[in-house]
């Protein structure tokens, strides 16, 4: 059976692909869950990726050259996060930290020329360090972020690029984003590097990761949100077009 006859099969019987790739739905489910507060319930999550997988069965085309996992995993993922986004669970305090620690990251950079330290980061926003970490704290559990959430702008900081297929300048749009935010990536402080890339390539969770840098989880926590919050403001001239 070719692909397109093994799709279109499995298009036709909707538990074919639940049976198949019901692990993925609950992997990435487990995944989002660490960065989640303690009210949400993985079977919330799992039942709202279940309709993703289902959504990237009946739109995937093999012809475009991703695997069929690829494309449910992000289908999944974003199916979760706009369900999780409707129930507006998170307080708008946290929105305005988000935004405040990203702007506060830039101001600092473009003045000193280099990576924007903790403590350069909470003199800027004249808070104690204590302060600062519980800020990281609190916006990295309200955001679902992740480096390609980075593709869009919305009036928290942050958005999802999902939705019906892009146009051919959109793809080109996305490919060039993409090219830079690679390039964004290198320039970050090497220990900040390594957390985004155990946290988003190799899937491992906080505990993991702590382990591997020999750092408690909440520090890893907070490692990931500064990271993030300095991309965006490296980014400021793509996200805010």
């Avoid at 059976?1 to 019901?22: C, L």
């Avoid at 990251?105 to 350069?120: C, F, L, M, N």
């Avoid at 909470?122 to 980075?150: K, P, R």
């Avoid at 890339?197 to 382990?211: K, M, T, W």
């Amino acid at each position: 059976m070719n692909k397109a006859s093994a799709y279109s099969s499995i298009q036709q019987h909707p538990n074919n692909i639940v049976e198949e790739y019901g692990f993925l739905v609950k992997r990435i489910a487990h995944h989002l869950l660490l960065r989640l507060p303690a009210s949400v319930q993985v079977d919330d999550l799992i039942q709202s990726g279940m309709i993703g997988l289902l959504d990237a069965a009946r739109n995937f085309d093999g012809s475009k050259g991703a695997s069929f996992e690829t494309y449910a995993g992000i289908r999944i993922r974003g199916s979760m996060i706009d369900e999780m986004r409707r129930g507006d669970w998170v307080p708008r305090s946290v929105h305005k930290n988000g935004r405040s620690i990203a702007t506060a990251i830039d101001k600092v950079e473009k003045r000193t020329g280099s990576d924007a330290k903790d403590t350069d980061v909470a003199e800027e926003l004249d808070v104690s360090l204590n302060e600062y970490h519980a800020m990281l704290m609190d916006v990295n559990s309200g955001h679902i972020l992740a480096v390609e959430d980075l593709t869009a702008n919305d009036e928290d900081g942050y958005s999802i690029c999902e939705g019906e297929q892009s146009s051919p300048s959109a793809v080109m749009t996305d490919a060039r984003f993409q090219a830079a935010l690679a390039e964004c990536i290198k320039t970050l402080p090497e220990r900040e590097s390594l957390v985004l890339s155990l946290y988003y390539d190799e899937e491992l969770n906080l505990r993991e990761i702590g382990e591997v840098l020999s750092v408690s989880e909440s520090r890893v926590s907070q490692i990931h949100s500064q990271a993030m919050h300095r991309v965006r403001s490296r980014m400021h001239a793509w996200l805010d077009d």
